[in-house]
């Protein structure tokens, strides 16, 4: 529903991105040093921003939503994906997404409203967030620091107060900013998204979930293991096929019901990144069929074209890292066992890689498709300080992948920390791989005494079974090891003794690529 959601169409007079209004102390450009990041263009909210005689900085983005028909569901979806860089600071909590409701047809134009009746507004906090991201994840960063000041999804689920409701302010919002004598302090903002989403059941208030909608809508037929289908009025037999059209009826049942590959199927081969040919792309193609799944009765088939449905840093690193590979669509297919079973043999790996318990390349697979790799690189050593702001990297086969906690891979959730944290994906032995948190601000890898996770990061409780949760700054980071047994057909492994090979090292002589850079404006 959000025009130019993703801010990279100009305004006329081409300081502003087309559609949305800016207030205050924002600035509309490129989302971070374009020679090192590829992200994308959005707003920089400035909380400190030097203006001379200046106090209580603020500013705003918002967009109007207009068109709402509250007689096709009266519940929606705002979100956004957003950087808080490491010295951003607001005071009051002052940072928040707001949805104000509007009667465009009743509204009063005489009231300065411009027709407009303002009936009511949904505000979420969001700075509580980041400050509990600084405490909570800060480890999952470079040298364990900074791990919070990465990509994530923001969002609040909200109902329409009215049906006379048919128009809607979208906006992230800040407020008593600091001025400062230099510099600026920035939080990045930009993909907008308004989705319509299922009304909570037997609730006229909004839904308590911070993960799933009110899920199932329809008859669920089972396809193994924990997964459903969710079907249409007179449906009575899934779809062959899972992809970006009807993601968010391939349910997941644990202790919610949850549709984790909706909005995670499709993704956009950037300009500067490689295609399957190896042919360096010249332009953004959208890649609709990214991830697709299917089922054969005892395990769950991805087929996956490995491209990050989020920003990444920009390879190869020019002049500031020591990785001299591409991101390049890869076309991988990986089995995950839909009744894993604990495997009596299994053993932990050593903080060296020793014994070799996990093998070098792919170990699992994300929910959007990019693949999990063991703590290690070349060498044996920590490979989790050679990521960019999304926790990920492409190998010396330009396979784009994570070794830690993926923070950018809470989309389409916004995993706050309020409950047990949302699935994130799954080990080839089968068993999933959920975020790092076990309860309401209680971090799987703090529990202790009887649930307390063991050395391969797993665990079990009722509602989700045996399960491994990520673990931040905390080695080994995602499994320590397979619990179960790995379908042998998912042996993508990479080189004996390393998974990451990174040739050259620091000022090893590469050009700059054919597309050049810093990359011009959007069109």
């Known amino acids: 529903m959000v025009q130019n959601a993703n801010f990279s169409q100009r305004s006329a007079d081409g300081n502003s991105p087309a559609f949305y209004e800016l207030t205050g102390n924002v600035e509309y450009r490129y989302m971070g040093n ?37 007689k096709a569901g009266r519940w929606f979806r705002f979100s956004f994906r957003g950087l808080p860089q490491d010295n951003f600071e607001v005071t009051e909590d002052d940072l928040k997404m707001k949805v104000a409701y509007f009667d465009h047809v009743h509204g009063d134009v005489a009231g300065g409203n411009n027709g407009n009746a303002e009936y009511d507004a949904k505000a979420k906090y969001l700075y509580p967030i980041i400050q509990q991201a600084r405490t909570d994840l800060s480890v999952n960063g470079v040298h364990h620091i900074g791990g919070a000041a990465v990509w994530r999804n923001y969002a609040v689920d909200f109902w329409l107060p009215f049906p006379q409701v048919n128009e809607l302010r979208l906006s992230v919002e800040f407020g008593h900013g600091a001025p400062r004598t230099s510099g600026a302090t920035e939080f990045f903002v930009t993909d907008f998204s308004l989705v319509r989403i299922s ?17 199932p809508r329809g008859t669920t037929i089972p396809l193994g293991g924990r997964w459903f289908y969710d079907a249409k009025p007179g449906e009575t037999t899934p779809p062959a096929l899972f992809d970006n059209s009807n993601a968010g009826r391939l349910l997941y049942h644990d202790s919610e019901w949850s549709a984790p590959f909706s ?20 332009e953004d193609r959208l890649v609709p069929d990214n991830v697709t799944v299917r089922f054969d009765g005892t395990s769950m088939i991805i087929h996956t074209h490995g491209i990050p449905n989020h920003p990444t840093g920009r390879f190869p690193e020019i002049g500031f890292g020591r990785n001299p590979s591409y991101i390049q669509e890869q076309n991988s297919t990986y089995y995950i066992p839909l009744d894993p079973k604990i495997n009596p043999s299994h053993f932990v790996t050593t903080t060296n890689n020793s014994n070799h318990a996990l ?50 891979v809470n989309s389409p959730w916004s995993d706050e920390g309020k409950a047990h944290s949302p699935l994130i994906g799954w080990a080839f032995d089968g068993f999933p791989i959920y975020g790092p948190y076990e309860s309401n601000g209680v971090m799987a890898k703090d529990v202790k005494a009887a649930n307390a996770l063991n050395a391969f990061n797993m665990h079990y409780d009722e509602a989700h079974g045996w399960h491994y949760h990520v673990t931040p700054g905390m080695f080994p980071y995602i499994i ?18 390393g998974g990451d090979r990174f040739p050259g090292g620091p000022g090893g002589g590469m050009r700059p690529p054919p597309w050049g850079f810093p990359p011009g404006p959007p069109p």
Request: aromatic share 8%; with cysteine.
């Open 199 to 215: 009304t909570p059941e037997g609730t006229t208030t909004p839904a308590t979930s911070e993960h799933a909608d009110s899920l």
């Open 480 to 497: 320590g090891g397979y619990w179960g047994t790995e379908d042998p057909r998912d042996s993508h492994h990479g080189p004996p003794g």
């Open 359 to 408: 093998p070098m390349g792919p170990i699992g697979i994300a929910v959007n498709g990019v693949v999990f790799f063991n703590p290690f690189d070349m060498g044996n050593t920590d490979a989790t300080d050679l990521m960019d702001l999304c926790c990920g990297h492409p190998n010396q086969d330009n396979q784009y992948h994570y070794h830690k906690y993926p923070i950018c």
């Open 34 to 70: 374009p020679a090192k990041d590829m992200a994308g263009w959005g707003v920089a909210l400035q909380s400190g921003k030097y203006l001379p005689g200046s106090t209580g900085l603020s500013g705003s983005v918002s967009q109007i939503i207009s068109g709402i028909d509250s």
């Open 263 to 282: 909005g995670n199927m499709s993704a956009v081969l950037r300009a500067g990144q490689k295609d399957l040919g190896g042919n360096i792309m010249k």
